[in-house]
């Protein structure tokens, strides 16, 4: 049961503001919203996360719709380093009480020159 | 400060052999999971340590097990492996207070393990 959608792929000239959407419908109220990302042949890297509200820090913004339904992060200006596969992540509750992190296949981003 | 580390970097093995591949937690972290991930897929968790104890557990057979040490480092056991085993094998800390919430996670570079 896929409980975030994202696009396969995408691309981006270098230097310019990388939008990576995200559908997380069935998201309920306490779940936040996580990105990681991984460069090729290394562990993921978390980049940022959100409940409600936007969020920026050094590496990118998360802009979250109102009903929380959708997310978009932005790398504003991109480098050739932000090549990546960009994983949105929504918490899944586990009746044990603890969280399971749920990766999809996520967003592989080429940034060309 | 030292990041989380996996060993053995790769590994291969025969249909049917056990393997275990050990992490070590980044300093100060109680919480540490588990993840495979197949060739062009995201990571699938496995399960998740905190203080010793297993607390969370994704959808994978019991053959899969480990285990956290009181240093917070941690194994993953897997016996009687199959070739849909072959994936890379990430480990990742969390600084939990808890154990019981999702907060950051940092991964360790993975171990490749290949099934013949």
């Known amino acids: 049961d896929a409980k975030t959608t994202q696009p396969t792929s995408m691309d981006c000239a270098e230097g310019r503001a990388a939008n990576l959407p995200c559908n997380h419908s069935?998201?309920?109220?306490?779940?936040?919203v996580y990105w990681y990302r991984q460069i090729h042949s290394q562990g993921p890297q978390y980049i940022i996360h959100?409940?409600?509200n936007n969020e920026t820090n050094e590496m990118a913004s998360l802009i979250i719709t109102e009903d929380r339904k959708s997310s978009t992060l932005i790398l504003p200006h991109a480098t050739l380093r932000d090549t990546a596969v960009y994983y949105c992540?929504?918490?899944?509750?586990?009746?044990?009480?603890?969280?399971?992190?749920?990766f999809g296949r996520g967003t592989s981003l080429i940034v060309h020159p | 400060e030292t990041g989380v580390t996996q060993s053995p970097t790769h590994l291969i093995k025969t249909r049917g052999q056990q393997v275990t591949l050990r992490c070590s937690s980044q300093s100060g972290h109680n919480t540490v999971s588990w993840y495979q991930q197949a060739l062009g897929q995201g990571p699938q968790f496995i399960f998740q340590?905190?203080?010793?104890?297993?607390?969370g557990r994704g959808n994978f057979p019991p053959r899969f097990s480990g285990l956290q040490f009181p240093n917070y480092s941690s194994e993953l056991n897997v016996n009687a492996l199959e070739l849909d085993d072959s994936a890379l094998y990430l480990c990742?800390?969390?600084?939990?207070?808890?154990?019981?919430?999702?907060?950051?996670?940092?991964f360790g570079p993975g171990t490749r393990l290949t099934v013949l």
């Open positions: 340590y905190y203080r010793e104890e297993e607390n």
């Open positions: 069935t998201i309920s109220g306490n779940e936040y």
């Open positions: 990742a800390s969390s600084p939990g207070t808890s154990g019981s919430s999702y907060n950051e996670q940092f």
């Open positions: 959100g409940l409600k």
């Open positions: 992540i929504v918490r899944v509750p586990y009746s044990g009480g603890s969280y399971i992190p749920t």
